[in-house]
């Protein structure tokens, strides 16, 4: 056929050489039938004996191409089928039609694609083909002849149906399709899923179904996959108890439906268990404990973890009354049941919070965490309910906490210092420091009363660095350089989670040119043995630069000679209940004679609490104590006027 176009001829022969070099087919047609093609497309039909301006031509095929990819069939003169995909081009003068040839040549299987079978169903002749991966995949020989009978005889009964409604309705639809059906390899033993999708192709002419094509793809092991990541999704991977998000979605559920309680469970002590067990253990614990509360709750509540050493349990319809005493139960049935880990047994102790199912899901699990901690507080191994009580202690608790960071923020914290007296030379040893609240608000609080909030919170972390840096600033005044002056800090026990603390307080001293050992800290016994690891970290990194680690309230906590071994500090402060009536009393004079007795080979300082009359100090001094601190000895005063005068003796 004659190539015609209304161009120049020079540009018009580049157009021609362009199109012709190219492997594509073309056919450029318009309402008078084709008006050009390429030698790619003369070179698709003459090998079967057709042409494009001939009767046996198929240019009537490329009336019904479209914009999107269309699949051609085209019966040519010699009797052979060929499959063409087709797409359209709309030009000024008409359409412009690309032709991939797409059948394969010598009747050979279709294109293999790596980990993927590709099979092709000639739905006019009933004849199908595929990649020489489905035969792989069902177990089958390679040369074996895979007829529908022979699939259906591998399809699973229960999927039978299901997939020939899905072809079924492909056929009548002309739609793309998928399903995931199961099949049985051929010797049975094993079960394969199996990912099917294909695509019809129609008669470009009377939209009639030609073809099926599609691909078939083993996802057995991502289903697998997909099942354990619905689970993880569902289940906490720790204990497998439901996971934070199942727990809140059926919470809500509850909330919308018919209400209910949630009780939210909390480990008594897990710390300990870690410091003294490992954290192996501890986990180990925790997967016991859940399967002990899940069998103690039953199948008919939800039991769940939200986190830490945290659980739930969602009571759908239950009272607060009901929940409240069958937490009691669990609590006392978790304490008189040891729990198997490490290669031992180890007593639990759990606390309850228990609360009613209110409309928003945080202000539910908040009340039961209200509960929780009022369980703690007092006690813990007890279940307690939320009352309006506790939601208004809950809010004087977080005024208190705006307070302190109010405080801290417009300079309204200051710092007393109370002077440690060294009993041999009557002479001022160093000060510890004492918070002060001066905010000049309303009650006026103590530091027994806004400590223990602030330590169950990140902000004693602040508050901690603070007074550490306050000390170092007082002891890199030109006062406290001539006098020689030393401070000593207390750490409480959350500010041992900060593991930089070490480091940033060495930081401090270097930046304000300060020696380490007029700097010291000091833990609480209770706090040491609760974050053994932490202190003992804080001790060496503390110890080794220079600075003084005091253990506080020594004798307060049951095996207190027992950490003696495990921590390294440099001074130890017996407990005010040991010495109160160390002059009357001969059990505490022989406790805190021991404490003397075993501090010295260690060389450690000895430091008596609460000294408080005159006669404390003969005794204390007969007994070998190195030091006291008490009112007796010194009150507390403000450190700024401590800076700006003399350090004080003790009275005569």
């Known amino acids: ?30 309402g008078g039938g084709v008006r050009w093609h390429n030698a790619a497309a003369t070179r698709l039909v003459e090998p079967y004996g057709g042409r494009w301006d001939g009767p046996d031509g198929p240019v009537e095929l490329l009336a019904g191409v479209r914009d999107e990819p269309v699949c051609l069939r085209w019966p040519t003169p010699d009797g052979s089928v060929r499959w063409w995909r087709a797409t359209r081009q709309d030009l000024a003068d008409g359409r412009l039609i690309q032709l991939v040839d797409e059948t ?44 529908r009978q022979l699939l259906a005889a591998l399809v699973h009964p229960d999927d039978m149906e299901g997939l020939e409604r899905t072809l ?18 051929s010797d049975r033993a094993d079960l394969r899923t199996v990912e099917l999708r294909g695509s019809v192709v129609l008669d470009a002419a009377t939209a009639r179904p030609l073809r099926l094509l599609g691909t078939a793809r083993d996802v057995t092991e991502m289903q697998a996959t997909r099942t354990a990541l619905a689970f993880l999704a569902a289940n906490d991977p720790h204990t497998g ?20 309680t949630v009780v939210v469970i909390d480990v008594d002590k897990l710390t300990e268990i870690n410091e003294v067990h490992g954290v192996t253990t501890g986990d180990e614990v925790l997967r ?52 198997p880990a490490g290669g031992g047994l180890i007593k639990v102790a759990v606390s309850a919070g228990v609360a009613e199912i209110v409309r928003d899901v945080d202000t539910t699990l908040f009340h039961a965490g209200l509960a929780l901690d009022e369980a703690k507080r007092t006690g813990g191994g007890r279940a307690v309910s939320y009352t309006e009580d506790l ?43 004492l918070l002060r609240l001066c905010d000049g608000k309303e009650p006026p609080l103590g530091p027994a009363e806004f ?17 550490v840096g306050e000390a170092v600033r007082a002891l890199a005044t030109p006062r406290a350089r001539a006098t020689g002056l030393r401070l000593q800090a207390n750490l409480s026990g959350r500010s041992l989670e900060d593991r930089d603390l070490g480091a940033w307080i060495l930081e401090q001293l270097r930046r304000h040119d300060v020696l380490p050992d007029r700097l010291g800290v000091e833990v609480t016994e209770t706090v040491a043995i609760t974050e053994l690891t932490a202190a003992r970290d804080l001790a060496s990194t503390l110890i080794d630069a220079g600075v003084g680690f005091a253990l506080d309230d020594f004798g ?15 001074s130890v402060k017996i407990a005010g209940d040991f010495v109160a009536q160390v002059d009357q009393s001969a059990t505490d004079r022989a406790l805190v004679g021991a404490v003397v007795a075993l501090a010295r080979p260690l060389g450690l300082v000895t430091v008596a609490e609460q000294v408080d009359r005159p006669q404390l100090v003969v005794e204390l001094r007969r007994i070998g104590v190195d030091q006291g601190q008490g009112y007796h000895l010194g009150r507390p005063a403000p450190l700024t006027a401590l800076i700006q005068g003399s350090e004080a003796e003790l009275p005569a």
Not at 118 to 147: C, F, H, N, Y
Not at 178 to 184: A, E, I, N, Q, S
Not at 241 to 260: I, K, N
Request: proline share 5%; net charge neutral.
């Open 288 to 339: 016991e404990l859940a399967g002990l509360l899940l069998r103690e709750a039953g199948g008919e509540v939800l039991l769940g973890r939200i986190g830490g050493d945290r659980f739930t349990v969602v009571l759908p319809e239950h009272s607060v009354a009901e929940a409240l005493a069958a937490s009691a139960r669990l609590c006392a049935m978790v304490a008189r049941t040891p729990i």
């Open 241 to 260: 108890v439901a996971s934070r998000h199942r727990v809140l979605t059926e919470l809500a559920e509850c909330a919308a439906g018919a209400g209910g």
């Open 104 to 147: 394969e040549h010598d009747g050979g299987p279709i294109t293999a694609v790596p980990g993927t079978a590709t099979w092709d169903w000639d739905v006019v002749a009933d004849r199908a083909r595929w990649s020489p991966e489905l035969p792989a995949m069902l177990g089958l020989p390679a040369d074996v002849v895979i007829d």
């Open 391 to 433: 939601q208004r202690t809950a809010g004087r608790r977080v005024n208190l906490l705006r307070r302190v960071a109010a405080a801290l923020d417009d300079g309204a914290m200051a710092l007393h210092a109370q002077p440690i007296i060294d009993l041999r030379t009557r002479r001022v040893s160093r000060y510890e420091l």
């Open 451 to 467: 400590l223990p909030p602030v330590e169950r919170t990140d902000l004693v972390h602040r508050l901690d660095r603070w007074v």
């Open 1 to 30: 056929m004659a190539h015609r176009f209304d161009l120049p001829l020079d540009l018009m022969g580049r157009v021609v050489a362009a199109a012709d070099a190219t492997t594509t087919a073309m056919v450029l047609v318009d």
């Open 556 to 570: 307060a906590g049951f095996g207190s000679f027992a950490y003696l071994k495990h921590l390294r500090f440099t």
């Open 168 to 185: 079924t309705d492909a056929l009548r639809s002309g739609e793309s399709w998928g399903r995931t059906v199961r099949f049985f390899r």
